[in-house]
């Protein structure tokens, strides 16, 4: 393979549900040379006068060859052109949604960051999701008796785990917390295998890893703990525990996440708001049914971005399955109007993660957007990226 021909960038978009497929091919060089393209039903091949290289796609991808259309030449980016593409989507969710199956078994709950041992061996019999926000109202609405959960809160027993939409909630009372007369507020609750909090008479009341000091949640009440989908993995205490790069454990939980919320609630806009109610990133779902292919030219500049350790090497190919989202950063008092519209709306949903996971999730997005053909970088006033599954 000569160098100039491996200097080709290709980036290949598969959706899933239509059938069809995205396919750019970049210039070898910036001044352009002769090339000659062969598209195969599962590799591509490319020829320059000073070499040939070949990309193989992956077994589930198949193109068809004869279908072909939509030929252009975009300067910036290179050839564009659509065909007609066959995906299975198999992808392996890493994040822990479908907590049923978890159910009787005796589960470790780790710090994803770290891998400290924040409760060890607790015996799950009922993982139950949370009912919506308004779930109060419609109560009201559809009891003909005064409302008997009226002033009541939905908290956890012992040997229960309650699901919200980011979130975890768990009964620490018999792992870390002593007994109590009423709930005091927290500065810090330094949670490790070991078993013991460290409590401060402050008005906060985060949980925070003992190892690695990363923000895993908030305690709810004296016996309630809420812990975020972003910060924790649960895993069968016969399991060990599974090291997962960060970027791709906090991308998959917000792709599942949108896809769950939007499946659910038929609703597909999204605020990302950090503990303490700040909207840092203001989200707009897509599609979930992508396949994306890529082959990059260089990665020097990753190397300035430690936290994106999934990130590609030089001349390497790969695929994943994504969610494409619309994105506007909110950080600096930026797109404030635009914050203003989406929280009064009622079709917006409210995402809540720690912030520094929301700065982790912007971070993300930015570097998914650069690695995106230029055409494709915008829509409208939107920035476009894709997150992992």
Same mark, same amino acid.
């Given at each position: 393979?000569?160098?100039?021909a491996?200097?080709?960038?290709?980036?290949?978009?598969?959706?899933?549900?239509?059938?069809?497929?995205?396919?750019?091919?970049?210039?070898?060089?910036?001044?352009?040379?002769?090339?000659?393209?062969?598209?195969?039903?599962?590799?591509?091949?490319?020829?320059?006068p000073?070499?040939?290289?070949?990309?193989?796609?992956p077994?589930e991808?198949?193109?068809?060859?004869?279908?072909?259309?939509?030929?252009?030449?975009?300067?910036g980016?290179?050839?564009?052109?659509?065909?007609?593409?066959?995906?299975?989507?198999?992808?392996?969710l890493?994040?822990?949604?479908?907590?049923?199956?978890?159910?009787q078994?005796?589960?470790?709950?780790?710090?994803q960051s770290?891998?400290?041992?924040?409760?060890k061996?607790?015996?799950?019999l009922?993982v139950?999701?949370?009912?919506?926000?308004?779930?109060?109202?419609?109560?009201?609405?559809?009891?003909?008796?005064?409302d008997?959960?009226?002033?009541?809160?939905?908290?956890?027993?012992?040997n229960?785990?309650?699901?919200?939409?980011?979130?975890?909630?768990?009964?620490?009372?018999?792992?870390?917390w002593?007994?109590?007369?009423?709930?005091?507020?927290?500065?810090?609750?330094?949670?490790?295998s070991?078993? &013991?909090?460290k409590l401060?008479p402050?008005?906060?009341?985060?949980?925070?890893?003992?190892?690695?000091?990363?923000?895993?949640?908030?305690?709810?009440?004296?016996?309630?703990?809420?812990?975020?989908m972003?910060?924790?993995?649960?895993?069968s205490?016969?399991?060990?525990?599974?090291i997962?790069?960060?970027?791709?454990?906090?991308?998959?939980?917000?792709?599942?996440?949108?896809?769950?919320?939007?499946?659910?609630?038929?609703t597909?806009?999204?605020?990302?708001?950090?503990?303490d109610d700040?909207v840092?990133?203001?989200?707009?779902?897509?599609?979930?049914d992508?396949?994306?292919?890529?082959?990059?030219?260089?990665s020097?500049?990753i190397?300035k971005?430690?936290?994106?350790e999934?990130?590609?090497?030089?001349?390497?190919?790969?695929?994943?399955?994504?969610?494409?989202?619309?994105?506007?950063?909110?950080?600096?008092?930026?797109n404030?109007?635009?914050v203003?519209?989406?929280?009064s709306?009622?079709?917006?949903?409210?995402l809540?993660?720690?912030?520094?996971?929301?700065?982790?999730?912007?971070?993300?997005?930015?570097?998914?957007?650069?690695?995106?053909p230029?055409?494709?970088? &915008?829509?409208?006033?939107?920035?476009?990226?894709?997150?992992?599954?």
């Amino acid at each position: 393979m000569a160098a100039s021909a491996a200097e080709t960038r290709v980036f290949l978009e598969v959706r899933g549900q239509l059938q069809s497929a995205l396919l750019i091919l970049g210039e070898p060089k910036e001044g352009g040379m002769p090339m000659n393209i062969s598209i195969m039903p599962s590799s591509l091949q490319m020829k320059t006068p000073e070499g040939c290289t070949e990309i193989q796609l992956p077994a589930e991808v198949r193109l068809v060859p004869s279908s072909c259309r939509g030929l252009q030449f975009v300067v910036g980016d290179g050839l564009h052109l659509r065909l007609q593409a066959q995906a299975k989507l198999g992808t392996k969710l890493i994040s822990m949604f479908n907590q049923s199956s978890q159910a009787q078994e005796c589960c470790t709950f780790y710090c994803q960051s770290c891998g400290e041992v924040i409760i060890k061996d607790r015996k799950l019999l009922r993982v139950l999701p949370l009912p919506s926000e308004n779930w109060g109202a419609l109560v009201g609405e559809w009891c003909c008796h005064p409302d008997p959960f009226a002033n009541k809160s939905l908290h956890p027993q012992e040997n229960d785990c309650f699901i919200g939409d980011s979130f975890f909630l768990v009964n620490l009372r018999t792992s870390l917390w002593q007994q109590r007369p009423e709930l005091s507020p927290v500065e810090m609750c330094c949670v490790s295998s070991d078993n &013991h909090c460290k409590l401060e008479p402050k008005a906060n009341t985060k949980v925070i890893c003992k190892r690695c000091k990363v923000m895993l949640g908030e305690t709810v009440s004296s016996e309630t703990t809420k812990f975020y989908m972003t910060e924790i993995i649960i895993q069968s205490s016969e399991r060990s525990f599974p090291i997962i790069p960060r970027s791709w454990f906090v991308q998959s939980v917000i792709a599942q996440c949108l896809v769950q919320l939007s499946s659910a609630r038929s609703t597909f806009r999204f605020t990302i708001q950090g503990q303490d109610d700040k909207v840092y990133i203001l989200l707009w779902l897509l599609n979930s049914d992508s396949l994306v292919i890529e082959s990059l030219r260089n990665s020097k500049y990753i190397k300035k971005f430690p936290l994106l350790e999934d990130t590609l090497k030089a001349d390497s190919s790969s695929a994943w399955s994504a969610v494409k989202v619309l994105y506007q950063p909110c950080i600096k008092s930026r797109n404030e109007k635009l914050v203003s519209s989406w929280e009064s709306d009622i079709s917006v949903h409210p995402l809540t993660l720690p912030s520094a996971t929301c700065l982790e999730l912007l971070l993300i997005l930015s570097k998914s957007n650069a690695n995106l053909p230029s055409s494709l970088r &915008h829509m409208n006033s939107f920035q476009v990226a894709f997150l992992k599954m």
